[in-house]
């Protein structure tokens, strides 16, 4: 788990209004609430990736639900920390359609450059139908 300056162990990590919060054994939780600046994102990309060297793979489950504007810079920390993290699988819900499909063409750009990820990325209506399909993907592999 991410650590605090006093070293104390973090199951969830607040920046600004986003959050990001791990749930054994192996999923993150991360919503991004407002609009998005590179360093937001930067921040609970190191968190996910501090989670993942404790944990091993790691199951994402996105809510952009309330994700406002998000800057150029944002996204390319988006992208970067994606490919960085490899998730095994990632489940988005509350995307609007244009963050949607922003999102798929940035990971389809990803993938033609080689740069794949690990596991799939689905996007869904809502939370629960989100957390379905990653408990699915437990219970299948």
Same mark, same amino acid.
């Given at each position: ?27 993150? &939780? ?33 809510? &952009? ?28 819900f509350g995307a609007?359609p244009h963050m949607a499909v922003l ?39």
């Amino acid at each position: 788990m991410p650590q605090s300056p006093m070293g104390a162990i973090l199951e969830q990590l607040c920046v600004g209004p986003s959050t990001m919060r791990f749930e054994p054994p192996n999923t993150c &939780l991360v919503a991004y609430i407002g609009d998005l600046d590179a360093e937001t994102v930067c921040r609970m990309n190191a968190a996910l990736e501090a989670v993942a060297r404790l944990h091993g793979p790691i199951n994402l489950v996105v809510d &952009l639900s309330k994700t406002g504007k998000v800057s150029e810079h944002a996204r390319r920390q988006g992208v970067s920390g994606m490919l960085t993290l490899d998730p095994c699988a990632t489940a988005v819900f509350g995307a609007n359609p244009h963050m949607a499909v922003l999102v798929s063409m940035l990971l389809r750009a990803a993938r033609l450059l080689r740069m794949g990820l690990r596991g799939p990325v689905r996007f869904f209506p809502t939370e629960t139908d989100a957390r379905a399909w990653i408990s699915q993907l437990k219970t299948t592999t």
